[in-house]
T-cell receptor, first 109, second 111 residues
Framework: QKEVEQNSGPLSVPEGAIASLNCTYS??????FFWYRQYSGKSPELIMS????GDKEDGRFTAQLNKASQYVSLLIRDSQPSDSATYLC?????????FGKGTRLHILP | EAQVTQNPRYLITVTGKKLTVTCSQN?????MSWYRQDPGLGLRQIYY???????DKGDVPEGYKVSRKEKRNFPLILESPSPNQTSLYFC??????????FGPGTRLTVL
């Protein structure tokens, strides 16, 4: 089992709709979780971090964490064309940060 | 402005010619790391450093060297580059190894 798994996509979502991105992780001892956005050829930039079970909202973004299910998700409300990018899930395993391979999101105008 | 800088941004070189990619951060972060990113393989950690003079191997350290003589700098050295090291490289820093702040990336081509 891969340490951090994401569906590679592409995930196509109409403009204005909700985009839902999912991530599972294998190490139950992981304590902190991150979502990064990466535009093609650019560096990853942090969108959200989440440390405890439940939801965390920041503007149009909501991160959801379920440690029992080892599952992290990112919801993007009112999707915009500028949200088209690759979204990387990252997990702090304690000794290192492990990144998923990313999900490509395409917002359809 | 808080930032991580890398140089050069683009580099084309030939097999066996030693090269260094520099990385510098101005956030006084203790933790720094190097990643490479390849299509279909995602971000993979090469080396990391938890403080000055403390470095450790990541997932793909073969063919690379690093040093951490100062807190702000963490250069990546390829002693004898090979074509399979053609990749996009990112340096990152963080406070305590948590949220990573990435540099702009270095696109390396080894012929």
């Amino acid at each position: 089992q891969k340490e951090v798994e994401q569906n590679s996509g592409p995930l196509s979502v109409p403009e204005g709709a909700i985009a839902s991105l999912n991530c599972t992780y294998s190490d139950r001892g992981s304590q902190s979780f991150f979502w990064y956005r990466q535009y093609s050829g650019k560096s990853p930039e942090l969108i959200m971090s989440i440390y405890s079970n439940g939801d965390k909202e920041d503007g149009r973004f909501t991160a959801q964490l379920n440690k029992a299910s080892q599952y992290v998700s990112l919801l993007i409300r009112d999707s915009q064309p500028s949200d088209s990018a690759t979204y990387l899930c990252a997990v702090n395993r304690g000794d290192k940060i492990i990144f998923g391979k990313g999900t490509r999101l395409h917002i359809l105008p | 402005e808080a930032q991580v800088t890398q140089n050069p941004r683009y580099l084309i070189t030939v097999t066996g010619k030693k090269l260094t990619v520099t990385c510098s951060q101005n956030m006084n972060h203790e933790y720094m790391s190097w990643y490479r990113q390849d299509p279909g393989l995602g971000l993979r950690q090469i080396y990391y450093s938890m403080n000055v003079e403390v470095t450790d191997k990541g997932d793909v350290p073969e063919g690379y060297k690093v040093s951490r003589k100062e807190k702000r700098n963490f250069p990546l050295i390829l002693e004898s580059p090979s074509p399979n090291q053609t990749s996009l490289y990112f340096c990152a820093s963080s406070e305590g190894g948590d949220t990573q702040y990435f540099g702009p990336g270095t696109r390396l081509t080894v012929l």
